[in-house]
T-cell receptor
Framework: NAGVTQTPKFQVLKTGQSMTLQCAQDMNHEYMSWYRQDPGMGLRLIHYSVGAGITDQGEVPNGYNVSRSTTEDFPLRLLSAAPSQTSVYFC???????????FGEGSRLTVL | KQEVTQIPAALSVPEGENLVLNCSFTDSAIYNLQWFRQDPGKGLTSLLLIQSSQREQTSGRLNASLDKSSGRSTLYIAASQPGDSATYLCAVRPIQGAQKLVFGQGTRLTINP
């Protein structure tokens, strides 16, 4: 089973560049979300979606954009990368709020 | 605001010991609590999910308990092995704002051969 798949695993950007982190799940999950993990800060929610066509902001949404055109995919866009966005990004999904949350392997992003 | 605390931040024990990891949360209005394991440079792997109506869940050598009224959960690991070395995180899903899990900072566990 593929589960939650994230690409790329590693990326280096220059300040001001834009890019998209891809996330796909094959479990027919309605809930999908993006977290970032930073030393000393733990995991923080960036954006989430409760179904195709529905997205909302989490704790730290500034500088990021999302869309959910299909149940399977939930890409995260960095509009104009900044060094403060250097982090490890995790995509996660669950069938609903009562079920387990499954994480992808993460995407490590460095912004120079 | 829901807060989740895991103490200690790090724990080192010899192989074969039984051990308990602690998780506390400030608001008992939760749907469930989930324990994860994270290996260095890897994603989070789900270990156990306890619904708010449950008292415990077991999977192999792992047993997680939940006392919602006191805001506490424990993860019991029996007969620890070096392969259990990892960071263990607990997370609660609050009833208000259920789309956002609230994570603890984790306990970094080292099992010494």
């Amino acid at each position: 089973n593929a589960g939650v798949t994230q690409t790329p695993k590693f990326q280096v950007l220059k300040t001001g560049q834009s890019m998209t982190l891809q996330c796909a799940q094959d479990m027919n999950h309605e809930y999908m979300s993006w977290y970032r993990q930073d030393p000393g800060m733990g995991l923080r929610l960036i954006h989430y979606s409760v179904g195709a066509g529905i997205t909302d902001q989490g704790e730290v949404p500034n500088g990021y954009n999302v869309s959910r055109s299909t149940t399977e995919d939930f890409p995260l866009r960095l509009l104009s990368a900044a060094p403060s966005q250097t982090s490890v990004y995790f995509c996660a999904s669950s069938f609903d709020r009562a079920r387990e949350l499954f994480f992808g392997e993460g995407s490590r992003l460095t912004v120079l | 605001k829901q807060e989740v605390t895991q103490i200690p931040a790090a724990l080192s024990v010899p192989e074969g010991e039984n051990l308990v990891l602690n998780c506390s949360f400030t608001d008992s209005a939760i749907y469930n609590l989930q324990w994860f394991r994270q290996d260095p440079g890897k994603g989070l792997t789900s270990l156990l999910l306890i619904q708010s109506s449950q008292r415990e869940q077991t999977s192999g050598r792992l047993n997680a308990s939940l006392d919602k009224s006191s805001g506490r959960s424990t993860l019991y690991i029996a007969a620890s092995q070096p392969g259990d070395s990892a960071t263990y995180l607990c997370a609660v899903r609050p009833i208000q704002g259920a789309q956002k899990l609230v994570f603890g900072q984790g306990t970094r566990l080292t099992i010494n051969p």
